[in-house]
Each structure stands twice: as C-alpha cells, then as structure tokens.
C-alpha cells in the first residue's frame, strides 16, 4: 500500500510562516498529482494547492500570492510554503497524491492531517 506522512503544522502568529512536508512511502510506481488540501471546523474540505509531475501548479484564489508548492520526485515528497498567514488559513492540511502503485493500480491517498493555527 500507499502512506502519506504529513509535518510542519503547529501554531504562528498572522503575518508569519509555515512549511508542510508530506512524503510518500510504500508500493509506488509513479506518482502523478499531488496536492495539499484543508478543513476548517463546520466547513468542507478544500483545494489549496496541487502540482503535476511535470511542476504545473494550480492555487487556491485565497492563497495566491502567499502560498508556494513544490515537489521533490527523487523523494516522493511534496511541500507547501506558507507566508502572510492569516487566522483564515486555520484548519487541517491534508496532503493527497494519486499514485501509480506496483501492482499496476491507480489511487488517491490522503495523508492524517497536520493542524495548522493561526493566530490574530
């Protein structure tokens, strides 16, 4: 199988910065897209940031301009570099990747969570 290991999350004060790292361990081919997703309390699940393998990016209106991903493919590993936080930006940071895996299937795994707080 696929696991996702998410880190970085903690608490900062707005205005300041936060690095996620997520990587990908396990029966892996290739993995195609990868992406960051978040869940603030009573609201659903949402697109941050999302990078290809070829390092086409796509962001989230609210984070553009503030946020940066990036992705290492040697280490199956993606990032997201967040600056200008604001209270907002408070919520769990999923990391997602659709992976090829060995036993030649397809599928989207999730990492646990990492809870970023930002506070005002």
């Known amino acids: 199988q696929v696991q996702l290991v998410e880190s970085g999350g903690g608490l900062v004060q707005a205005g300041g910065s936060l690095r996620l790292s997520c990587a990908a361990s396990g029966s892996i081919f290739s993995i195609n897209a990868m992406g960051w997703y978040r869940q603030a309390p009573g609201k659903q699940r949402e697109l941050v940031a999302a990078?290809?393998?070829?390092?086409?990016?796509n962001y989230a209106d609210s984070v553009k301009g503030r946020f940066t991903i990036s992705r290492a493919n040697a280490k199956n590993t993606v990032y997201l570099q967040m600056t200008s936080l604001k209270p907002e930006d408070t919520a769990v940071y999923y990391c997602n990747a659709v992976v090829a895996t060995l036993a030649s299937s397809r599928g989207n795994y999730w990492g646990q969570g990492t809870q970023v707080t930002v506070s005002s």
């Open positions: 990078i290809t393998s070829g390092g086409n990016t």
